[in-house]
């Protein structure tokens, strides 16, 4: 944790953001903010199709569907430049489809709390919510699961 608030309060963004590194810390720092450029375009993605769907339990699942393959796509592509650097257990073949089966495991954990959540509160209030939680599902079978036994 203090090697990570070092390098955010000098300022050193190209160490913090680029540098090879074995610190889980700063990993997971790195892992969260590619995930919330990946939120924003998966957001972006629900909400476009939420406001063309109108309100439906189909629209909460096609609307989530929609933003979720944009945000992997996009978490995979920035993930593999910034975070997980390491090769994966497996071949490059096979990489974004054990990513992708990882993220369907997301994906459904997605849809079950926003069929929850959204009893309760707004959809959009609650994909935000659910979002934090699933992207630490995300993050720990990714490293877990894909990536060598590095932090």
Do not use: H, Q
Not at 136 to 146: D, E, Q, T
């Amino acid at each position: 944790m203090k090697e990570l608030l070092t390098l955010f309060f000098s300022l050193r963004w190209r160490e913090l953001f680029f540098a090879p590194t074995d610190n889980g810390i700063i990993k997971f720092f790195r892992y969260a903010f590619v995930g919330g450029i990946a939120f924003v375009v998966d957001y972006c993605g629900f909400v476009l199709t939420s406001v063309l769907l109108g309100e439906s339990t189909f629209s909460v699942v096609a609307a989530t569907t929609v933003g979720f393959i944009a945000g992997l796509i996009t978490n995979f592509i920035l993930s593999k430049k910034f975070v997980f650097t390491e090769s994966a257990k497996v071949g490059a073949a096979g990489e974004f489809m054990v990513y992708a089966v990882i993220g369907i495991g997301g994906y459904i954990f997605n849809i079950l709390l926003m069929l929850l959540f959204v009893r309760f509160i707004n959809k959009y209030a609650a994909k935000i919510i659910v979002a934090l939680i699933v992207l630490v599902y995300n993050y720990l079978a990714r490293k877990i699961i894909l990536y060598s036994g590095e932090n």
